[in-house]
């Protein structure tokens, strides 16, 4: 099987559309029709499966969001017995209660050749070793590669998260070509490697997907010479399937979606509207082919942009640009809004040593303080000067790219977490705080 589906990933616009349409409209009767929270939501608002004949339809129908997957948990958004569920999955619970997922067994299969299809976009063939180390489990990262890369035909190799020496081991001894898993695993395992010896030499690693969290493109750079590769971003999130939802191609110029089994929408998080392509926007995406869980209209909360212009390997299918973090990371400092991904770009660009960081947020005297946390690098440590230096520096890059005065906090070398799965950037004591009443 060729998992470069050029009839699909190719195809003319008007083609991908009238696909989508029906779908849309397919999928629209199969969720009113066997799930009750979506039946109620669309009597509401007054719109039967009929009024939904094609993707211009998609405006009339009510938006879903994770409240709606807790508030109908375990199982109530199920279009399908539960005998025809063969797998159940979770999000990992980063902003609140786990959510869960279904798949039949067709669901099961698409999403493994989204994610084969995800391989071949980045240059993966059954030649490849595809080395999976996001974690197995609940969590989508490891079942979810392995799959696509059992299905492309590549030696599977399900290293799952942690044991970080073991995996230094496995590259180097199985021949892993292809890596699978989280940017900030893969800045730990570049740390591990050089202080263990491993040369980028020892592996025949090519090229890697990365995802599951926020990544810049500072980062990328420092896995792509850290690790000898190229590092391309892969998306998704759980209620969807996990991922392979988009993944960029050779070009590095944001990920295409599987447009074939996903609408994208961008939305103004405050209006709800839909906003033109090229706009900055939550992200909304409709799962058209699901059996077990459709999705329709959710709001992913993740902001982002769409471009649909036709790529240069030749895909016709929208890109999203690299997400820039979720509404519920966003913190608002002093009424100004700053993204995670925008102090680390700026922290990077800065000392490209200072992959570990973290960003304490408070509030003293009434007032927002963030703090950054940045590891001192082992070459200035001895000196008072130069780390007077360093943080003066640090925190007048980032106070410029944020337009936000921050606190430098230089710790011990090593002393921050290493993280394995999704990195902890930020601790919000605001929160902790009003959860406590003070
Ligand atoms: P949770 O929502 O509990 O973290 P998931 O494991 O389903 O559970 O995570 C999905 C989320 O991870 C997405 O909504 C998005 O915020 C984030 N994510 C996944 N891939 C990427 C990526 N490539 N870039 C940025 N964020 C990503
Ligand atoms: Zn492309």
């Not at 807790?70 to 797998?87: H, I, K, T, W």
């Not at 940045?374 to 360093?390: F, M």
């Amino acid at each position: 099987m060729n998992y470069y589906m050029k009839e699909i990933e190719c195809a003319p616009r008007h083609e991908i559309e009238a696909l989508q349409s029906f779908h849309l409209s397919q999928q629209i009767r199969h969720a009113y029709k066997n799930v009750a929270p979506y039946r109620d939501k669309m009597n509401k608002a007054d719109v039967k499966p009929e009024d939904i004949k094609s993707i211009a339809d998609l405006k009339k129908l009510p938006f879903t969001t994770k409240q709606d997957l807790r508030d109908n948990y375990p199982y109530g958004m199920f279009a399908v017995p539960l005998s025809e569920v063969v797998r159940i999955h979770a999000s990992s619970g980063t902003t609140g209660k786990q959510t869960v997922v279904g798949h039949t067994q067709r669901d099961i299969d698409i999403w493994a050749e989204c994610a084969a299809r995800s391989l071949v976009s980045v240059g993966g063939s059954r030649e490849d070793f595809v080395h999976v180390s996001y974690g197995y489990g609940l969590f989508t990262g490891g079942l979810g590669m392995h799959y696509g890369a059992e299905k492309l035909g590549a030696v599977t190799i399900p290293a799952s998260a942690g044991n970080s020496m073991r995996q230094l081991e496995m590259f180097r001894d199985f021949g892993s070509t292809i890596v699978c898993m989280t940017p900030s695993y893969a800045i730990s395992l570049i740390e591990l490697m050089n202080e263990n010896g491993f040369s980028k030499d020892d592996f025949k690693l090519k090229s890697g997907v990365f995802g599951a969290e926020p990544w810049s493109e500072e980062m990328r750079r420092e896995i792509e010479s850290g690790l000898g590769i190229k590092a391309y971003d892969i998306f998704g999130l759980s209620e969807m399937m996990g991922p392979s939802v988009s993944c960029e191609c050779v070009y590095q110029c944001g990920m295409h979606i599987c447009e074939d089994h996903f609408i994208p929408e961008i939305i103004d998080p405050d209006t709800l509207q839909p906003l033109p392509e090229g706009t900055q926007g939550e992200l909304v995406f409709s799962c058209i082919t699901k059996e077990a869980m459709p999705l329709i209209r959710y709001r992913t909360r993740d902001i982002a942009t769409l471009v649909y212009d036709k790529c240069e390997c030749g895909r016709t299918l929208a890109r999203m640009l690299k997400p820039q973090g979720r509404t519920d990371d966003m913190l608002i400092i002093r009424g100004v809004n700053v993204f995670p991904s925008q102090i680390e770009a700026a922290l990077l660009g800065f000392d490209n040593r200072a992959t570990n960081y973290l960003l304490v947020v408070d509030r003293v005297n009434n007032s927002d303080t963030l703090e950054v946390q940045i590891e001192t690098p082992a070459e200035i440590v001895g000196s008072i000067a130069d780390l007077q230096v360093y943080e003066k520096k640090a925190k007048s890059v980032i106070d410029s790219a944020i337009g936000v005065g921050v606190t430098i906090k230089l710790k011990e070398p090593k002393s921050l977490d290493r993280s394995t799965g999704k990195a902890v950037r930020v601790v919000d004591n605001r929160k902790i705080k009003n959860k406590f009443g003070s």
